[in-house]
């Protein structure tokens, strides 16, 4: 089955740092370009950050450029997101989602991440 | 950076009877390499989003008929042609020819 599952959400104070993974099964990860997705609860979705297959190329939303890093490792089969310096506007659920002809064919459950003191 | 505006924010509609929503963008969406990425999801309540259309008009794997894409430039449309109580839930545009935006999302529900 084709899979994606997120994890490493949680509470963290503000200027604090989180780590979130996502773990891909059932495709060869490392032939697809991955994105991370957040939604704050009951809002719309917004992009965050992408990544291409061998990880050579990442892209970033302006709101957190300088503070978030994609990376993935294809032998872990594992997508992450390293959020460093989060805010309380970085609260929101965190999806993975894999890319196919510039669409989003398949996505986590999403992971929850809260910023407050 | 491409901005995507939905119209209607809401919908409510009789089951079986159709439905539309429109997705604008700031920007024509034709790539240089011909194609307009625009595709249209799905995320029912409490469930992650799900693909329905890509490439403007091409239905995903599994999703049903009634479900349809149209439009071109900056103009585009999804179509239900007659909505199924299952059919609930939110409704995003996303492009994906420069970075990535979804519009704010158009919320269906029944009457």
């Known amino acids: 089955e084709v899979q994606l599952v997120e994890s490493g959400g949680g509470l963290v104070q503000p200027g604090g740092s989180l780590r979130l993974s996502c773990a891909a099964s059932?495709?060869?990860?490392?032939?697809?370009?991955m994105h991370w997705v957040r939604q704050v609860p009951g809002k719309g979705l917004v992009w965050v950050s992408f990544?291409?297959?061998?990880?050579?190329?990442?892209t970033y939303a302006d709101s957190v450029k300088g503070r978030f890093t994609i990376s993935r490792d294809n032998a872990k089969n594992t997508l992450y997101l390293q959020m460093n310096s989060l805010r309380a506007e970085d609260t929101a659920v965190y999806y993975c989602?894999?890319?196919?002809?510039?669409?989003?064919?398949?996505w986590g459950r999403g992971t929850m991440v809260t910023v407050s003191s | 950076d491409i901005v995507m505006t939905q119209t209607p924010l809401s919908s409510p509609v009789t089951l079986g009877q159709p439905a539309s929503i429109s997705c604008r963008s700031s920007?024509?969406?034709?790539?240089?390499?011909?194609?307009?990425?625009l595709s249209w999801l799905q995320q029912r309540p409490g469930q992650p989003p799900r693909l329905l259309i890509y490439?403007?008009?091409n239905r995903f794997s599994g999703v049903p008929d009634r479900f349809s894409g149209s439009g071109a430039g900056t103009d585009f449309t999804l179509k239900i042609s007659r909505v199924e109580a299952e059919d609930v839930g939110v409704y995003y545009c996303?492009?994906?020819?420069?970075?990535?935006?979804f519009g704010q999302g158009t919320k269906l529900e029944i009457k």
């Open positions: 989602t894999r890319d196919v002809f510039g669409a989003f064919d398949i």
């Open positions: 059932g495709f060869t990860f490392s032939s697809y370009w």
């Open positions: 990544i291409n297959s061998d990880g050579s190329s990442t």
């Open positions: 920007q024509s969406l034709v790539h240089s390499d011909g194609n307009s990425y």
């Open positions: 490439k403007i008009s």
């Open positions: 996303m492009q994906a020819t420069q970075s990535n935006t």
